[in-house]
């Protein structure tokens, strides 16, 4: 099973959420953990896991043979992200805008092109006690981390259960993150602000056909839309975390509350009962069967 973790926007508690959940689950099940949040990365700072593997990830970019080019122009033309233009017969090349495609390569009618990987980012991965841990860093300036997110789902072993950290929102990233996953876990708050953006993306999960369930954090502040919202959509609301000073104690100081708190322990283990429970389709009822 992959399951996502997601939130419309930051600062929910989504990442809080996602490690004490994994460490819930790691104490039935070896767990693999995947932070796919590329451009801000922390899941480490919480389960402190020891790093001993490094890969660097890069993308296809195109690399001009100006003796064979010709100077057509068609790599140019079909290019939509500007990242190669034609003048006369130079062509040249924009690395930073490429999104590696390989249409440039395919169009040449000359072969002129070919491709050289461009580094964008690393994949770092090592144990935190019964987890498998796995993260990405995009490089400082890099605007394109679906490919490196890709990397890493790439990596999963599709026999384990994994828990993937997505970045926050509804962008690109996010849609890579949460794409082929069995069950999407969204954390809002209860705020018109948690409200908008759970609706945003909700919308997006039912376009690619990925059913959720919800976790309110903080939910004795704010308001009662969000609950409302979801007896509307007929979505489980799977947990509601109550604002709790040990909690953010401990966030503080970058721990994680399931080997603190046996309460809190029962809490996430609970949760993820119900995730198993509420990612299992539901079988039809029988022609002719009565309920007792």
């Known amino acids: 099973m992959q399951l996502t973790i997601a939130s419309g926007k930051g600062g929910t508690g989504k990442t809080t959420v996602a490690v004490n959940l994994a460490l819930a689950a790691g ?16 899941a480490h700072l919480f389960l402190k896991p020891a790093l001993n593997y490094t890969k660097q990830v890069g993308i296809p970019v195109p690399q001009v043979n100006q003796e064979l ?5 068609k790599c140019a ?16 090349t924009f690395p930073e805008l490429c999104h590696g495609c390989g249409g440039c390569t395919y169009f040449c009618p000359e072969g002129a092109i070919t491709e050289i990987s461009r580094e964008i980012g ?24 679906p490919p490196l997110i890709k990397a890493l789902k790439d990596k999963i072993n599709t026999s384990s259960t994994a ?48 059913p959720c369930g919800v976790v309110i954090n ?4 704010g308001d ?10 007929g979505i489980p609301v799977l947990a509601k975390i109550p604002w709790n000073r040990e909690l953010a104690r401990l966030y503080g100081r970058g721990e994680t509350v399931v080997p603190h708190s046996r309460a809190w322990k029962t809490t996430f ?5 119900k995730v198993l429970e509420a990612q299992i389709p539901k079988q039809p009822e029988k022609k002719g069967s009565k309920n007792i």
């Open 27 to 42: 104490n039935k099940q070896r767990v693999h953990f995947v932070d796919a949040d590329v451009e801000e990365p922390n």
């Open 69 to 73: 080019c010709t100077g057509c122009g």
């Open 77 to 92: 033309q079909i290019c939509e992200f500007n990242a190669i233009a034609a003048a006369g017969k130079t062509v040249i």
């Open 122 to 145: 690393t994949l770092e991965a090592g144990q935190a006690e019964n987890i498998d841990f796995m993260h990405g860093r995009l490089n400082p300036g890099e605007a394109l981390s």
């Open 163 to 210: 828990i993937i950290d997505a970045p926050p929102g509804t962008s690109c990233p996010v849609v890579e993150a949460v794409s082929g996953c069995d069950f999407c876990l969204l954390v809002t708050e209860p705020t018109p602000f948690g409200l908008n953006d759970l609706g945003l993306s909700v919308q997006m999960l039912r376009k690619l056909d990925i």
């Open 218 to 221: 903080r939910s004795d502040m």
């Open 224 to 233: 009662k839309g969000v609950e409302s919202y979801c007896q509307q959509e």
């Open 269 to 273: 283990s609970e949760l993820w009962e």
